[in-house]
């Protein structure tokens, strides 16, 4: 079974509780990194700089503590497959309906993988 890297467990520490429970879900049947959870003043300037965020501090939802964005990617990395991007949307998708249907969570979920424009693949974020 898979699990999180010390890394990813860390940064998806820093996320909303229901972005880590469907997190911690998904993990157990597919092997997927956390890129990013909460961004604090200095890694939003640097992420806003790099042209990684399009929003100035404190406006993305990765500056809410807890984070209110999740950045995730299939393990190994490949940027190139975009595919594997949709199918593990898909899979957290799903696990979120169901646990949502549940009541585990109580969130909704908002993907920028369907963004009409500038699409952010491994972006995810409670609906507001
Ligand atoms: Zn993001």
Same mark, same amino acid.
């Given at each position: 079974m898979p699990s999180f890297s010390p890394k990813s467990e860390a940064r998806l520490s820093t996320c909303h509780p229901d972005l880590q429970a469907v997190c911690r879900e998904l993990i157990k049947q597919y092997d997927f990194s956390v890129l990013c959870g909460r961004r604090n003043k200095a890694e939003q300037d640097a992420a806003f700089a790099a042209g990684n965020s399009r929003l100035k501090y404190p406006? !993305?939802?990765h500056n809410a503590k807890p984070s209110l964005a999740v950045d995730i990617a /299939?393990? /190994?990395i490949d940027w190139s497959n975009l595919a594997r991007f949709r199918e593990m949307l898909c899979r957290f998708d799903a696990l979120a309906r169901l646990m949502l249907e549940r009541? $585990?969570?109580e !969130? $909704?979920?908002e993907y920028g993988a369907d963004w009409a424009r500038l699409k952010d693949y491994p972006h995810i974020e409670i609906k507001s």
């Open positions: 406006q !993305s939802k /299939p393990y /190994p009541g $585990e969570i !969130s $909704e979920f």
